[in-house]
């Protein structure tokens, strides 16, 4: 049984940096393909990173530059370093696998405010 456990966000500043980590267990992490996603309040969830298992790695426009996806096979875990938060990245985020989802975790709240 697949399991996803994220954690890593809070209220920061604009400007300000998160670190977000996802363990995974119950699957083989290190050949799937994974991604960050985000749902903000009444918007769709959307896809914001991915990276795959040989580590190449994808962004969307709206934070392109901004956020860093990286992964560690060894802890089973995906990573996002997000640097120069704007209040439009406040959402709950998620990580997932890239391509035919598992069942989501519980997600972790960003909240970008002064």
């Known amino acids: 049984q697949v399991q996803l456990v994220e954690s890593g966000g809070g209220l920061v500043q604009p400007g300000g940096s998160l670190r977000l980590s996802c363990a995974a267990s119950g699957i083989i992490f290190s050949v799937n393909d994974m991604g960050w996603y985000r749902q903000a309040p009444g918007k769709q969830r959307e896809l914001v990173a991915r990276i795959t298992a040989q580590s190449y790695t994808a962004y969307a426009d709206s934070v392109k530059g901004r956020f860093t996806i990286s992964r560690d096979n060894a802890k089973n875990t995906v990573y996002l370093q997000m640097d120069s938060l704007k209040p439009e990245d406040t959402a709950v985020y998620y990580c997932?696998?890239?391509?035919?989802?598992?069942?989501w975790g519980q997600g972790t709240q960003v909240t970008v405010s002064s």
């Open positions: 997932n696998r890239y391509g035919p989802r598992w069942a």
